[in-house]
């Protein structure tokens, strides 16, 4: 790791369970002491929500997909310079999506809508990054490269769409077809761009239920952590652990 600036990112699919694994990194900070700054994948989005609504129209009229996994709506490149600003200087900027009218309201403003850019807290001793994209390699950015420590949080694809199926439908508000079509629409840059961030990966952990998953459209309830259990794999981490 960087000694002066080092750089965590935790990164999967929507409805992986990123956010629950930030959790456990957001404690071990606190108990370490480590003044953590954090940035959110989905602030590097290029659209609001009714944007993003015009331009999924748009791109349907020409034969075309368009989803939240690729660089269309994604600032690659900005998430990049964001991660070498902070391993050279320490410093930074951050925003939020809102996804829902609880996030929202503090800030006075819509569901899928961003807060205005500001600085990252000064004096921080690691940043951390939770979202889409902390492994992506493209053409043109190579955002991997400048992350100390990736992170990979990956259930099974079954479990994956369940977990996304219901927290879009009951924390999002949106409706199970909507969701449906979400995955849909997304599948091309799933795989261009979300599975092959695992294979970078330093740790992964894989979720396995032990129930039926088999129609992970028609489930109720995500599957207990008694259902199912984690395969962890660890790679590339010399120098980590003496």
Do not use: C
């Not at 009218?101 to 006075?108: G, H, T």
């Not at 390699?137 to 991997?144: D, H, I, N, Q, R």
Request: charged fraction near 20%; avoid cysteine.
């Amino acid at each position: 790791m960087s000694a002066n600036h080092p750089i965590i990112a935790v990164t999967g699919s929507s409805g992986a369970g990123t956010s629950t694994t930030s959790l456990a990194f957001q404690k071990i900070f606190t108990q370490l002491k480590l003044s953590a700054a954090t940035i959110e994948g989905d602030s590097f989005h290029r659209y609001t929500r009714p944007e993003m609504d015009v331009a999924i129209r748009k791109a349907k009229e020409q034969s075309r997909h368009i989803s939240y996994f690729g660089p269309e709506s994604n600032d690659f490149g900005l998430l990049e310079q964001s991660l070498i600003e902070y391993g050279e200087k320490g410093t930074g900027k951050r925003r939020r999506y809102l996804h829902t009218y609880d996030e929202a309201v503090p800030y006075n403003l819509q569901p899928g809508t961003f807060t205005p850019w500001e600085a990252l807290p000064k004096n921080t001793n690691i940043l951390f990054y939770e979202g889409l994209h902390g492994g992506v390699v493209t053409s043109k950015y190579t955002v991997a490269k400048h992350v100390d420590l990736l992170v990979g949080v990956v259930p099974i694809v079954n479990l994956e769409w369940i977990q996304k199926l219901i927290r879009d439908t009951s924390e999002r508000g949106h409706s199970r077809e909507a969701v449906m079509d979400s995955v849909i629409r997304s599948m091309r840059d799933y795989i261009k761009y979300i599975t092959p961030q695992f294979y970078r990966t330093n740790i992964n952990f894989q979720r396995v239920p032990t129930v039926d998953t088999s129609n992970p459209f028609a489930a109720k309830a995500i599957p207990s952590p008694d259902e199912s259990f984690i395969v962890i794999r660890f790679n590339g981490l010399t120098g980590f652990v003496e």
